[in-house]
């Protein structure tokens, strides 16, 4: 039995990852910002064999209350073995570059608000010497694009905190995991045409659970996208800046 | 290359696509705005539907599979509640390991229970179990106008008789109570009988029923005179013997692209039947095997459908009453085997007495045959009038979830009750086939 804390449970990724959980017999922990739909999932993964399911209503942005839900989270588990923070938004691109305020709260949604909850989270984590922290970035953090690049921003922001983060924890035994999935077929991406390049949640979900038991630094999700970006981050910016990729 | 709609049916037939496909996740949410403000909108489930009863052409449909949740489960007495987009596959997942069952299962397993409902699908065990919306004990139903409404046999009796086979056009179901059957195991002792024609299965089927909670025949729809009907009975009990595995997949996974054409021609058919048959003749017999190669030997592989080609394939299931049945299914074999069509699958099972349980559910006392045709179109659809004809006189039904073709004169004729289904429908709430079917025929 693993002690599995998950932020942004509502969300259609992390509900997959949490699936996997439920079915080992797992302790969960959910927080999310809509208490109907949380506990819908709750009580789903009840039914398909948690050993029990613990849910906390919280909005990522109201900082105040990090540390407190997090605390009580922690509590109803009873440690942590792996922490998944996986909540976000998909900016309206337009709109966050006519208005900076609302570029700053999508900021504030899928990059501080991370940063802050990590933050509660290594420093709960660090003296015990043990669990994992799983954050959903994504390979869109890895270049700068029209279509983007405020959540491409937000997302490589993460990244880059994470790497610090892992460096400062390495030898501590809390691991580190960034995530950064490609294309994945769910209600934020819903308005997308879908093609070969698409995957599913549940295989997300797969990827995520391997790469925190073989304590993994960085995945792409599926794997296939590693290539992809490596191949787009060779571009130099000068051609790159012309592409509308 | 034209690009394939994203919910789309088995048969792969439609020409038309929605203008808008929308998904839903959660119960407790609203009726998307887009689609009220659309001229219809229309549940999918997971578009296991041959024809277009699943599709709502130049309008909205709405995908249920996200909404797949369990509410519910007691394993002490089998009642379980999940979402309507939950798949039986999923269900069978998360209950046979407790010892529960689905109370009724089609011939694949990935039908989500909301299509199960609005279908009213029946299986194997239709002889004592009847359909699976008898076993239905309450649903809620989310009307277009924001209303919410339970319904059982005792709350709202008429939307709950109206929506269990109401092909999806009452609402949309948000959640749904049903009961479970026990089970010692997931395995079934099966029992394969040979017969040599149509008249020694009408002999040989009651008393089979009579052993077996589960009864279905494969016949060779191409053989000829004495031997016209030959086929193999398959029965099989629900067993323990938990410790075999659940069978390995064969070499063939998955059909991974539709070919142009159809694969699937008369000297194929023909050479497929012969084999089949004297392959399960040698082994008939008793065995124990696991529950999914018995009631779902086709999952086996993925996208089967995909070899019928670009142009798909038609199904045509009819359910003739008792005393009709052997000459009307003689003659619909002699008419297809005059249009060298011929069928791989060819299925014949006899049905319970049980009452209907929806207003326009299909199954009912009598025979039901169904059977698959390469679409070649006109030939192929005079060949389907034809059965029509046969199906109409002898007093029989045609399976609306299976059809994409039929005329409004022979569905008004099969199901005159169907206004009452009309005057219960959500006005927001329409599909291709209810267009099509429901034509004035004035
Ligand atoms: C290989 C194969 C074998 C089959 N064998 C059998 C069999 O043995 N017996 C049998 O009876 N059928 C059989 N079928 C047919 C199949 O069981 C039915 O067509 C079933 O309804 C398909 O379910 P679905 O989830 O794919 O729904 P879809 O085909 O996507 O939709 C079916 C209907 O359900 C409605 N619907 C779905 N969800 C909801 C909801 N939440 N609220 C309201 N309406 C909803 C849709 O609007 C539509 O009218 C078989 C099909 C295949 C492909
Ligand atoms: N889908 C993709 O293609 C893709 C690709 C790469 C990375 N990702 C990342 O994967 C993660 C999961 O997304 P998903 O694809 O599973 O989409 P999703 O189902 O839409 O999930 C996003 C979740 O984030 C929650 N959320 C948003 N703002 C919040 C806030 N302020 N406080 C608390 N919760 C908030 C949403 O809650 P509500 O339902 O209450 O709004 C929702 O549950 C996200 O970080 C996303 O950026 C997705």
């Not at chain 2, 002999?203 to 060779?220: G, K, P, S, Y």
Request: charged share 25%; with cysteine; proline share 5%.
């Amino acid at each position: 039995m693993k002690k599995i804390l998950i932020i942004g449970a509502t969300s259609a990724i992390a509900e997959a990852t949490a699936r996997l959980h439920a079915e080992d017999g797992d302790r969960l922990a959910l927080i999310a910002r809509n208490e109907s739909h949380l506990e819908a999932v709750a009580q789903d993964l009840r039914q398909r064999g948690a050993e029990s399911v613990s849910s906390f209503v919280m909005d990522a942005n109201d900082f105040a209350r990090h540390e407190e839900v997090l605390a009580a989270a922690d509590e109803s588990l009873g440690g942590i073995d792996f922490a998944l923070i996986a909540h976000g938004t998909l900016p309206d691109q337009e709109l966050c570059e006519r208005s900076a305020q609302s570029m700053r709260d999508e900021f504030s949604t899928n990059c501080t608000s991370t940063l802050s909850l990590v933050t509660v989270l290594a420093n709960m984590l660090e003296p015990r010497g043990a669990g994992s922290i799983g954050v959903i970035t994504s390979v869109a953090g890895d270049r700068g694009r029209a279509s983007n690049y405020v959540y491409g921003a937000a997302k490589g922001a993460v990244g880059l905190f994470l790497g610090g983060l892992r460096n400062r924890l390495h030898g501590s035994g809390v691991h580190v995991l960034t995530i950064k999935p490609g294309f994945v077929d769910t209600p934020m991406t819903a308005d997308f045409s879908k093609g070969p390049l698409w995957a599913t949640p549940s295989v997300i979900a797969k990827g995520i659970r391997s790469a925190q038991k073989r304590r993994r630094d960085v995945v792409h999700l599926p794997g296939f996208w590693l290539m992809i970006m490596l191949l787009i981050r060779l571009i130099p910016e000068r051609i790159f800046k012309r592409l509308s990729i | 290359m034209t690009e394939e709609p994203r919910y789309g049916s088995w048969g792969g037939l439609q020409e038309g696509r929605s203008r808008r496909e929308l998904r839903l996740a959660w119960r407790d949410d609203r009726l998307p705005e887009e689609a009220l403000s659309d001229s219809s909108c229309l549940c999918h489930g997971n578009g296991r539907s041959y024809g277009d009863s699943c599709l709502n052409d130049g309008a909205t449909l709405m995908s249920t599979r996200g909404m797949d949740r369990v509410i519910d489960f007691d394993p002490a007495t089998g009642a379980f509640e999940c979402e309507p987009g939950l798949l039986i596959k999923e269900l069978l997942e998360i209950t046979v390991p407790h010892g529960w069952f689905s109370p009724v299962v089609p011939g694949t397993q990935f039908v989500t229970i909301g299509g199960a409902v609005a279908n009213d699908i029946h299986g194997k065990n239709h002889h004592l179990a009847g359909s699976f919306g008898s076993h239905v004990l309450s649903f809620e139903l989310l009307r277009s106008d924001g209303s919410r409404l339970t319904c059982s046999e005792s709350e709202n009796p008429e939307l709950f008789r109206g929506t269990i086979g109401g092909l999806g056009l009452t609402g949309l179901i948000t959640r749904i109570r049903f009961r479970l059957k026990h089970v010692p195991g997931a395995h079934i002792e099966q029992e394969k009988h040979v017969f040599r024609n149509l008249s020694q299965f009408f002999e040989m089927t009651e008393e089979l029923e009579n052993r077996f909670e589960h009864t279905v025949a494969w016949i060779d729809c191409l053989s000829k005179g004495r031997s016209l009907g030959r086929g193999i009975m398959m029965c099989g009990n629900h067993a323990s013997g938990s410790s075999l595995k659940a069978p390995r997949a064969g070499l063939l996974r998955s059909v991974p692209l539709t070919p142009p054409f159809t694969l699937v021609n008369a000297p194929m058919i023909r050479a497929f039947n012969e084999v089949y048959f004297q392959k399960n003749a040698l082994s008939a017999g008793s065995s124990l095997i696991h529950h999914r190669p018995f009631f779902f030997p086709l999952d086996g592989v993925e996208n089967w459908n995909r070899i019928y080609g670009r142009r798909g394939f038609h199904q045509y299931q009819c359910v003739i009453p008792h005393g009709a049945a052997e000459d009307a299914i003689g003659d619909m074999l002699k008419r297809i085997r005059r249009s060298r069509a011929g069928s791989f699958l060819a299925v014949l099972k006899r049905m319970g007495s049980q009452k209907p349980a929806g207003i326009l559910s299909f199954s009912r006392p009598g025979v039901t045959l169904a059977l698959d045709f390469s679409n070649h179109g006109a030939p192929t659809l005079e060949l389907l009038e034809d059965l029509d004809r046969i199906t109409r006189s002898s007093g029989g039904v045609v399976y609306c979830a299976k059809d994409a073709r039929m005329s409004p004169e022979s569905f008004q004729s099969y199901y005159p009750q169907w206004r009452e289904l009309e005057r219960l429908r959500d006005p927001a709430f329409n599909s291709s086939f209810w267009r099509r079917v429901t034509k004035d025929l004035s």
